[in-house]
Nanobody, 123 residues
Framework: QVQLVESGGGLVQAGGSLRLSCAAS????????VAWFRQAPGKEREFVGA????????NFADSVKGRFTISRDNAKNTVYLQMNSLTPEDTGVYYC????????????????WGQGTQVTVSS
């Protein structure tokens, strides 16, 4: 497992942008696929997007396609979630998660989780 710490959340107006970071500990970070999930109040945690170990493959939920991108810098042990054209529906706690191996879209497949960072989009 790796230890993950998210940062970059905050309050933003609709139409604005935020970039979240997920910093990982450990020297084998490049062997982990990383995903972002979010959870709004009263709702289940949902998949947002994921990036492969090398960073060459990404996958996104339909609700964020074309607005969010994911990149990673394995030299810095960090994954980034760039969020553009934010809407109030994007409000929630955003978590990054890691698993050894390939990208999977279900949260139960990830065994390392950060503590989450709050994103609030005002209308």
């Amino acid at each position: 497992q790796v230890q993950l710490v998210e940062s970059g959340g905050g309050l933003v107006q609709a139409g604005g942008s935020l970039r979240l970071s997920c910093a990982a500990s450990g020297r084998t970070f490049s062997t982990y696929a990383v995903a972002w999930f979010r959870q709004a109040p009263g709702k289940e945690r949902e998949f947002v997007g994921a990036v492969s170990r090398s960073g060459t493959y990404t996958n996104f939920a339909d609700s964020v396609k074309g607005r969010f991108t994911i990149s990673r810098d394995n030299a810095k042990n960090t994954v980034y979630l760039q969020m553009n054209s934010l809407t109030p529906e994007d409000t929630g706690v955003y978590y990054c998660a890691a698993r050894s191996g390939a990208v999977v879209l279900t949260n139960s497949a990830y065994d390392s989780w950060g503590q989450g960072t709050q994103v609030t989009v005002s209308s």
